[in-house]
């Protein structure tokens, strides 16, 4: 399976659980200039801004070492602009940013809200 196809099936499985947890699907794979976010949902009245990464073993406590700064940055901008596009102010609008860990055979899933 290729990189992307798994990470589209990730993102798919992750998805499904946050919808389980409660969570409603706003878009995903949001795309503009500063970059991507995989998810975004919300919670209440609450943005969820979701990243999803699949990782080859179950070391989940590195995934957050590896998303680095300027990643976290980019998700951050990228946030801001799909509020801006939807005529929301980011100042008034209640985000968060999670991160979502999947083991790359899928038998095990970590969510980590507000993540950074």
């Known amino acids: 399976m290729s990189k992307q196809e798994d990470g589209g099936l990730g993102e798919a499985l992750a998805l499904e659980y946050l919808e389980g947890q409660g969570l409603h699907l706003v878009t995903k794979n949001f795309r503009c200039e500063m970059g991507e976010i995989d998810l975004i949902l919300k919670e209440g009245k609450t943005f969820v801004f979701v990243e999803v990464k699949v990782r080859a073993d179950e070391t989940f406590a590195s ?13 951050r901008r990228c946030a801001q602009f799909f509020l ?14 999670d991160v979502v860990a999947l ?6 899933m970590q969510w980590l809200p507000d993540a950074f």
């Open 84 to 97: 801006i596009t939807e005529g929301l102010n980011e100042h008034y609008t209640s985000m968060r940013f």
């Open 103 to 108: 083991v790359s055979d899928y038998n095990s």
């Open 63 to 75: 995934v957050l070492e590896q998303i680095k700064p300027q990643q976290c940055q980019r998700i």
